[in-house]
């Protein structure tokens, strides 16, 4: 049986400034016609849906939280810890009570219940920029309605700037440019779990009708939640569910303004909206790989994998399969697309808890804004950042019209 790195592979660096935007998409596609694996300075990539489906629920690997910063050369110190004992470092029944505890704050139900602050959001982010023609749709609608969001279901509305500060740099630690400018990230790290903590104190003395309150409580009613993980999985909610959110919202406009067809069918019927924001998620995940850690010895494929290798599952050609999806590569919202089907949320343990959340920002973003925003162009090219970890759109400079309505 061969093993992984005895194979002659292609190879990929996401890090090359060249592979953006479709190119990288035509990079993949390439790649993945030649074999189901390729090589990463970092790891092996798998094109292989099936096979990644597998990976994704094996018990035997867990993501690679520690080891990606042992790789940027943090090996010790509080932001160490704090990776270590995070959410996304735990396995097994660790990983799984955590994760219980925050389920009920991000159910379907839960979800539509904040629905109404959400459209709320955006029609007062459209009545801002309306006469004007034109933003960045990045500063005016991507980066704030999700902070908005989680500052609501955290209990502190108005403080969505933090949120996206923080958000920013509690991902950063997984990001080589940012780490390039580590000391300032590391501060701001440090700030964010210092203002989290005083969060926690401030709803264990008078608690209230949020998540940071209901975390709080768990721990007080005897769910062994400590005060440090109590902390911990705040923070965990804040990293991903602000920044993720923003990139793919900012992806959706720069996708619509390329297809302004979609556009125009979403402006005449809103009910698709909830259609395009799984389109939009499929089409351009944000999170074109997950990674994967190899525990233990094992094989897929009559490949073997020794334990330490590192994995990088494509969700980005995995969403694109044809044997699941009809035309995958092309951006349609009416087109009939299994939403379960869709990887950019992982799968198995470690599914995104904040899907049905990031699902119903998008639905509302789209669906509000497209009978209000007429004619949506780009002024100019999008300024795209790396394929690594979390696919960014640094600014999307966007004109249009402003529709009667």
């Known amino acids: 049986m061969p093993v992984v790195a005895d194979l002659d592979l292609p190879s990929l660096d996401p890090a090359d400034p060249d592979l953006r935007g479709e190119r990288f998409h035509r990079a993949l596609a390439d790649l993945a016609g030649q074999s189901w694996l390729a090589r990463t300075p970092l790891g092996v990539i798998v094109f292989d849906r099936t096979v990644s489906l597998e990976m994704l629920r094996d018990r035997r690997l867990s993501f690679p939280a520690v080891e990606l910063i042992e790789l940027q050369g943090i090996t010790e110190g509080p932001v160490y810890e704090r990776v270590v004992n995070g959410l ?209 010895d094992t094989t897929y494929r009559g490949v073997g994998f020794p334990a330490g290798t590192v994995l990088f599952l494509c969700s980005a050609a995995a969403n694109r399969d044809p044997a699941i999806f009809t035309e995958p590569d092309t951006f349609d919202i009416t087109a009939a697309r299994p939403a379960g089907a869709v990887l950019t949320f992982g799968n198995g343990p470690h599914f995104c808890p904040g899907a049905h959340l990031a699902r119903a920002e998008l639905t509302e973003l789209y669906g509000c804004l497209a009978p209000r925003m007429g004619e949506p162009a780009l002024r100019s090219e999008p300024v795209l950042g790396a394929p690594i970890g979390i696919y960014p759109v640094e600014s999307l400079d966007i004109g249009f019209s402003a529709r009667r309505t």
């Open 88 to 296: 996304l470092a735990q396995t097994g029944e660790a990983h799984g009570r955590l994760r219980r505890l925050l389920t009920p704050a991000f159910t379907p139900a839960a979800v539509e219940r904040l629905r109404p602050r959400i459209r709320g959001h955006v029609e007062a982010m459209w009545a801002e920029v309306a006469e004007d023609g034109r933003c960045d749709f990045v500063t005016a609608f991507a980066r704030r309605l999700p902070s908005m969001v989680i500052a609501d279901l955290l209990g502190v509305p108005g403080e969505d700037d933090r949120m996206a500060s923080y958000s920013e740099h509690l991902q950063g630690i997984f990001d080589p440019a940012l780490l390039a400018q580590r000391s300032a990230l590391e501060s701001v790290y440090l700030d964010a779990y210092r203002w989290i903590e005083a969060l926690v104190e401030a709803r264990r003395r008078q608690p209230g009708d949020d998540l940071a309150s209901a975390l709080v409580a768990a721990e007080a009613e005897g769910e062994r939640l400590t005060h440090d993980e109590c902390v911990s999985l705040i923070a965990s909610v804040i990293s991903g569910g602000t920044d993720t959110t923003q990139a793919q919202m900012a992806h959706g406009m720069r996708l619509f303004c390329q297809h302004p067809d979609q556009w125009q069918l979403l402006a005449e019927d809103p009910t698709l909206a909830a259609a395009a924001a799984n389109e939009v998620i499929r089409f351009e995940p944000i999170t074109p790989f997950t990674a994967r850690l190899v525990r233990d």
